[in-house]
């Protein structure tokens, strides 16, 4: 008995360890963690739709599921619902989750286009149903707010995580979803421009910063002629889940030129559309308080003022070249502060968003609104009697005559000291005008060939012209120079803006025991090497118009 | 993964304007996948004295917007258990955390890690540990980026692949059931009854051979 009972403990043991191995009654638990955007903004519903858009970093939710029980999962399928907006849809299957394993699955929903008719906010449910081992299922639920279709909402960062002014004006970045340049009804004022206020224009086919000026300016002066004027929409701060955000209410481009009014978002919004449309790369500065558009032109910044259409009711307005100048004056102070690290100058550049997958919103034609351009378009003719959607006390219309007059003009030049007269010329590697008063020194350091010429301007300001030969890689070339300046006692640090039809376009600051000195740079490849010019200052704001007329001539 | 790269130029040069340094940072990363699929990721990077300046003006004592920036360029994954370790004096950091849900099992019922890039310079060391090499220009800055791939040494058939966008992807086999503690038990158990078995028949010959002598 005792040489059989022994044994049999041995046998009896294992199977009870086997048992626990194989675990017949084990089951499956399933664990589910949501994290969900507290909002969605329909005029972005494409950026929430795709995974690549913005680093996929705008999902609707999040869901980890974690198998917590003893036996694997098989056959798992998540699948989501927006009722009222979006059915039951399968989000992804899995044919096993093992015990311990986790699973995170992100979720972007498309939305059907007509989520853009959206006008008010309401509060929405989401569920998610996961479904395992062939019967079993779980669901989960959560809430969350759709807005207007005009509401944006700032920052989606909570507010005891916010340590910035960016973190506050975190969803900028989505503002592009708000540039619609094939509305339709944008694209039809935009013709509008093109033939009855500038009688043809190929800003985007000559590719020349005049061009690009002058389009911005004229696109101004048809504002000025159907009289848009400045006005405030809706802007409150409001709690949305665990965000605080001031919430604007935004009028879309078309609205903007239907209503003929705008506040500087909305008009920086509509100038970008209207661009767009015409094949110009648009932009958007936002600093503190405000906004501005303008455009980017062989990697040349240009801006205007667009609110300086202001209205009566606001003490005047800004004629199409004065808001152009306004504008370079308010693009001069933002180059300064963003140059000083100041985060609060923002540049939004629509077409470089749009690839990251920030794009417009779907709006369909809409014949009242055709007939509402065709009225305001009236004002472009020069013979026609500007439109008047004011009482009649109120119309200044006869003013708007000289002021395009003037717009036309003056857009030939395009700012300070751009005329050809009073201009020399430097031919070498590199060609380009400056101003003739200045004073040009070739090869002004014995023993630095690569410095070709230094031409001052005065002590505080000058060009340097670089032929740096033994390279083709403008990055190199500036290294170099940088080692040069470093080995004369002169420290210098650079940025590479970027880079348009061979030339490679930078910006930096020196400094040396003399103070300091800001430049902007171009280099090209050329015959051997690296040209190109450094135009710097040390009141570079001072200069920066005088300086892109220089740039504007670089060939 | 891509995404972890650039989180991690986002995290240095966010605000360096003009920081700018001829000298390449050098970043370290290393995966280890374990035998559930999930990440356990550690960061290395140093900086030159203008760099660390920068940096520290950036991020000053909320050394938590790394995490957040983490969490905003990863968001395949869901990531937890956050570490920082400063080095000061040589300027440098380590930050270490676990990316849930790393790998999972396709239709295939294969493990499947997803590098989410396109044609990435791969050099395999070992059987399960490969190393990405990538150089990047951030805003000025060249950064030499080193990543190292290690999955679960318990895995086999390890294979690089393309999804159906072409993204390069690694697959294994591996069944976490018949590894780790659950293979121990699976061995003790057959070894008890094996022994207990063999302690019987053994007993019972020997009460045979008895029985034979005594005819």
């Not at chain 1, 589910?32 to 995974?51: E, G, L, S, T």
């Not at chain 1, 690009?212 to 400045?230: I, N, R």
Request: hydrophobic fraction near 40%; charge should be neutral; charged fraction near 15%.
């Amino acid at each position: 008995m005792k040489k059989v009972l022994l044994p049999g403990i041995l046998v009896l043991a294992g199977l009870v360890v086997l048992l626990i191995y194989f675990n017949p009654f084990a089951t499956g638990n399933v664990d589910v963690k949501i994290q969900n955007a507290n909002y969605i903004m329909p005029a972005a519903y494409k950026v929430y739709a795709n995974p690549d858009a913005l680093n996929g970093e705008y999902y609707f939710f999040k869901a980890l599921i974690t198998n917590n029980g003893d036996a694997p999962l098989k056959n798992l399928k998540v699948s989501y619902q927006v009722p009222n907006y979006l059915d039951w849809t399968e989000l992804e299957t899995v044919p096993i989750i093992y015990p311990g394993e986790h699973l995170v699955v992100r979720c972007y929903p498309h939305f059907k286009d007509d989520i853009v008719n959206k006008m008010t906010q309401s509060q929405e449910k989401g569920e998610v149903k996961i479904e395992y081992n062939g019967s079993q299922e779980k669901t989960k639920s959560f809430g969350f707010n759709i807005m207007g279709r005009n509401q944006f909402v700032y920052t989606d960062i909570p507010p005891d995580e916010a340590t910035s002014y960016p973190d506050m004006m975190h969803n900028t970045q989505l503002l592009p979803s708000l540039v619609t340049p094939e509305d339709p009804v944008v694209k039809y004022y935009t013709q509008q421009v093109q033939e009855k206020l500038m009688h043809g224009e190929a800003a985007s086919v000559s590719n020349k910063n005049e061009d690009a000026v002058k389009f911005l300016e004229e696109l101004y002066a048809g504002t000025y002629l159907s009289h848009m004027v400045y006005s405030g929409t809706e802007g409150i701060p409001q709690k949305l889940g665990d965000v605080n955000s001031l919430v604007q209410s935004i009028r879309l481009p078309r609205e903007v030129i239907t209503g003929n009014t705008g506040l500087c978002i909305e008009l920086s919004l509509f100038y970008c559309s209207v661009l767009k449309a015409a094949g110009l790369h648009p932009i958007i500065f936002l600093i503190p308080g405000h906004a501005y558009p303008g455009v980017l032109v062989n990697g040349q910044y240009y801006a205007i003022e667009a609110t300086g259409v202001n209205g009566e009711g606001l003490g005047g307005r800004y004629r199409p070249d004065d808001a152009l100048k306004v504008g370079m004056k308010n693009l001069q102070t933002f180059v300064q502060a963003a140059q000083q690290g100041d985060s609060r100058y923002m540049i939004i550049d629509v077409n470089a968003l749009e690839g990251k997958g920030v794009v417009p919103m779907e709006l369909r034609d809409d014949d009242f609104l055709r007939k509402k351009v065709d009225e305001i378009a009236v004002a472009f003719n020069p013979g026609a009697a500007p439109v008047d959607n004011r009482p009649a006390a109120d119309n200044v219309g006869p003013r708007a005559q000289p002021a395009v007059t003037r717009a036309r003009r003056s857009s030939g030049g395009g700012g300070e000291g751009r005329g050809t007269s009073g201009m020399a010329s430097y031919a070498g590697a590199i060609t380009f005008n400056y101003p003739a008063g200045w004073q040009r020194f070739n090869h002004p350091i014995a023993g630095v060939p690569a410095l070709a010429a230094l031409i001052q301007a005065n002590q505080f300001s000058s060009i340097s012209v670089y032929n740096i030969s033994g390279t083709s890689s403008p990055e190199q070339a500036v290294q170099y120079i940088q080692q040069l300046l470093a080995q004369n006692g002169q420290s210098m640090q650079y940025q590479r803006l970027g880079d348009k039809n061979g030339y490679f376009f930078y910006q930096g600051v020196t400094n040396s025991s003399g103070g300091q000195f800001q430049w902007q740079a171009v280099f090209r490849q050329a015959t051997g090497g690296i040209s190109g010019i450094a135009c710097g200052s040390s009141n570079y704001g001072a200069m920066a118009n005088i300086y892109s007329s220089i740039f504007s001539t670089v060939r | 993964m891509k995404k972890l790269f650039l989180a991690v130029m986002l995290t240095c040069f966010s605000s360096l304007l003009f920081a700018q340094e001829i000298k390449p940072i050098k970043q370290n990363l290393t995966f280890n996948i374990d035998n559930l699929g999930d990440g356990h990721i550690e960061l290395a990077i140093s900086f030159t004295a203008a760099q660390w300046d920068n940096f520290k003006r950036v991020m000053g004592n909320n050394t938590d917007l790394l995490k957040r920036q983490m969490e905003r360029t990863l968001p395949s994954y869901y990531l937890q258990n956050f570490a920082y370790k400063e080095d000061a004096m040589n300027r440098s950091y380590v930050l270490s955390f676990d990316a849930l849900g790393m790998a999972k099992v396709n239709d295939d019922g294969l493990w499947q890690l997803d590098l989410d890039m396109k044609k990435p310079d791969i050099t395999k060391l070992s059987d399960n540990v490969y190393t990405l090499t990538s150089n990047y220009n951030a805003q000025g800055a060249l950064i030499q980026q080193v990543a190292k791939v290690v999955m679960p040494a318990a895995g086999s058939d390890f294979k690089q692949g393309e999804d159906s966008f072409g993204k390069a992807i690694f697959t294994y086999s591996l069944s976490p059931d018949t590894h780790g503690t659950r293979l121990l038990l699976l061995v003790l158990g057959v070894l008890l009854v094996a022994a207990g078995l063999a302690w019987h028949f053994v007993s019972a010959r020997k009460l045979v051979s008895k029985n034979t002598q005594l005819v």
